[in-house]
């Protein structure tokens, strides 16, 4: 079982940048992706970006070359440059694991980011 908690949310103007922090306890032996997610009121969950095991990352077309994944022991970041209006939304992360054909899929409480123009 792994338990997530972000945090660094907050408002910011236009340009401004954000580190958010997701910090994940538990058995995390397992994770081989460690995601981004952010919503909108009345919307989906979209993803924002990738970071696997191996250290590769990916990352959605609005937010490639701003925003940037990293890991730190079991705290995984989101590192948020030039943020514009559009990023304001709740963002989550996602852990997913395997063990034995085992699929675990994790998710945050979620950290709100608002952006003012």
Sequence with gaps: QVELVESGGGEVQ???SL???CAASGDTSAVYAMNWYRQTPGQGRDFV???????????A??????????RGG???????????PED??????????????VNGDYWGQGTQVNVSS
Excluded: H, P, W
């Design 14 to 16: 236009a340009g401004g």
């Design 19 to 21: 580190r958010l922090s």
């Design 49 to 59: 970006s990738s970071l696997g095991s191996d250290g590769s990352t990916a990352y």
């Design 61 to 70: 077309d609005d937010v490639e070359g701003r925003f940037t994944t990293s």
């Design 74 to 84: 079991n705290t995984l970041y989101l590192e948020m440059n030039n943020l514009k």
């Design 88 to 101: 304001t939304a709740k963002y989550f992360c996602r852990y997913k694991s395997r063990r034995n054909r």
